[in-house]
Nanobody, 121 residues
Framework: QVQLVESGGGLVQPGGSLRLSCAAS????????MGWYRQAPGKERELVAS???????NYADSGKGRFTISRDNAKNTVYLQSNSLKPEDTAVYYC???????????????WGQGTLVTVSS
């Protein structure tokens, strides 16, 4: 079994910062691209940022300027540093990973359970 577990969400005031973490665990052979998505109430899930196995980041428009994605391959963990948060950043943030389990040569897409970020005064 392979899973992703997010942490770090919570309530933050406008202009504040949060650091989200997502750790992969289980019988993992390798991890390719990892990413962060978010889904606001009544809206579709959207990409915030992704990062390749060699550390090259890619930011969607929603993530440019105020979000920084990084990863620690030794810990199978990806991070999302979020700064200058706005009320419109309120959403459930999901971690996504393209992971090759030990029992197969194929990569599978794995999602975390999500962590709620609420930006409000």
């Amino acid at each position: 079994q392979v899973q992703l577990v997010e942490s770090g969400g919570g309530l933050v005031q406008p202009g504040g910062s949060l650091r989200l973490s997502c750790a992969a665990s289980g019988s993992i052979s390798s991890i390719n691209t990892m990413g962060w998505y978010r889904q606001a109430p009544g809206k579709e899930r959207e990409l915030v940022a992704s990062i390749t196995s060699n550390g090259s980041p890619n930011y969607a428009d929603s993530g440019k300027g105020r979000f920084t994605i990084s990863r620690d391959n030794a810990k199978n963990t990806v991070y999302l540093q979020s700064n200058s948060l706005k009320p419109e950043d309120t959403a459930v943030y999901y971690c996504n990973g393209n992971i090759r389990p030990m029992w197969t040569t194929k990569y599978i897409e794995v999602w975390g359970q999500g962590t709620l970020v609420t930006v409000s005064s």
